[in-house]
């Protein structure tokens, strides 16, 4: 097979820069490991930003999420036994949020790619990139005992933290940096109303609490967890019962739980590999970088990885201009660092760490009350939540 680019992962990243790709005409496959079941049976976060849902709506998949999504002007904080909001609107001079899940959205790209007759290839197996360093690479994947092979000219590593693509960049080329949470969210999907029409990061001694929605009759809700802790010793009970000792007694008292629908635990953890191009190799997303979902930030820097790529992609083939691609690596880790920070930021800011000292605690609460004390600091926060511009 050949094809000009080969994107390695059909997550949100892999999909998104094909559908781009393929309605600016420039022919690509897409080879995933799992199956589409698979795929979408991943319950993650639900918080997109201004520019990522404009970047969904160039590329043909806006609709439903226009139609089911909702925008969301602001949100709480929750600390001290009191609740103040985040007006987004106001600070971040107009913009806003759309509150619709990864799972959906995910959907939808798919949707988008039958449509489009998209080549996606499923049950990819051993998917291996090579001679990433010549201008002639290609990509080799195991499918019902037979071997395959796709030439290419650009790689494009779409395939998650754990994927194979950062992998094969040498040891000697790539640098990591990591920090791993002495903690880890556990979450809850309920068919239940959901507690506040507009999303609640609750700072309290217990731990950490957050009140999300997917819509009006779908709750998500997080507590913080310890790492050791397993999903099995946490039955329904156990967890509605920590949520509303996290929160403040009023919100605790209207809040509707019901049976879970899912409940996972999942580790925190900050991480970015630099550089984020290697030869004719792109990473984008989750394999170049992790950020804990305190900020949720993590689906949308994996957008701004795929604006830059996809807009360099066009300028290489359509005006021979590869000023975009050579900036990639760049131009995307500077915008990354920068959710890098503003997740470690509002992480610290909000949970509890095992090894805090009375005087970090005072450090938190005295940030808090700076934060809604001052228009500058809630400017700051708005116009990172809403999306740092591409
Ligand atoms: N070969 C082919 N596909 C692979 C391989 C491999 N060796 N390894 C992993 N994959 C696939 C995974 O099965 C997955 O579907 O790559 C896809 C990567 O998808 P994600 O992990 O969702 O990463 P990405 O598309 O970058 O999405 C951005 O933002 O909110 C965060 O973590 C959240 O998934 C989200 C991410
Ligand atoms: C979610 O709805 O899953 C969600 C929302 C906001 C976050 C993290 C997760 O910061």
Request: glycine share 8%; net charge negative.
């Amino acid at each position: 097979m050949k094809a000009p680019v080969c994107i390695i992962g059909g997550g949100p990243s892999g999909l998104l820069l094909s559908q781009l790709l393929d309605i600016e005409g420039i022919d690509n496959i897409v080879l995933e490991k799992q199956s589409r079941e698979y795929v979408l049976g991943r319950i993650r976060a639900g918080v997109l930003e201004h520019g990522f849902a404009q970047l969904m709506r160039e590329a043909r998949c806006g609709e439903r999420m226009d139609r089911e999504g909702e925008i969301h002007e602001g949100f709480f904080i929750a600390h001290d036994g009191v609740m103040d909001r985040v007006d987004l609107h106001k600070y971040s001079g107009g913009s806003s949020v759309v509150v619709y899940g990864q799972t959906e959205l995910t959907r939808d790209l798919y949707e988008a790619r039958d449509r489009m007759n998209g080549k996606v290839i499923h049950n990819a197996e051993d998917v291996a990139p090579h001679d990433l360093k010549s201008d002639r690479p290609y990509v080799t994947y195991r499918q019902g005992g037979q071997i395959f092979r796709v030439d290419c000219d650009y790689v494009i590593g779409a395939d998650g933290f754990h994927g194979v693509s950062r992998k094969s960049i040498p040891r000697e080329v790539l640098q990591e940096f990591e920090r791993v949470y002495p903690f880890g969210w556990l979450g809850v999907l309920s068919r239940t109303k959901p507690v506040s029409p507009e999303l609640i990061y609750s700072r309290h001694e217990r731990g950490f609490a957050l009140c999300s929605l997917r819509s009006q009759t779908l709750s998500r809700y997080y507590i913080q967890a310890p790492l050791e802790d397993k999903v099995e010793d946490w039955s329904d009970d156990a967890f509605w019962t920590e949520l509303r000792n996290r929160l403040p007694t009023d919100v605790a008292n209207k809040l509707i739980s019901g049976p879970s629908i899912e409940k996972s635990i999942a580790p925190l953890r900050s991480f970015v590999a630099e550089p984020m191009r290697h030869g004719r190799l792109f990473l984008a997303g989750d394999a170049a970088h992790i950020v804990p979902p305190t900020g949720a930030r993590g689906l949308n820097s994996a957008a701004s990885d795929i604006y830059y790529l996809y807009h360099a992609m066009v300028d290489h083939y359509k005006k021979g201009n590869d000023t975009g691609l050579d900036a990639y690596s760049q131009r995307a880790l500077a915008r990354v660092w920068k959710a890098q920070r503003f997740s470690w930021w509002m992480t610290t800011l909000l949970h509890r760490f095992p090894t805090n000292l009375p005087y970090e605690d005072r450090l938190q609460q005295t940030e808090l009350q700076y934060l809604f004390s001052s228009e500058k600091a809630l400017g700051s926060l708005a116009e990172n939540y809403v999306g740092l511009p591409f």
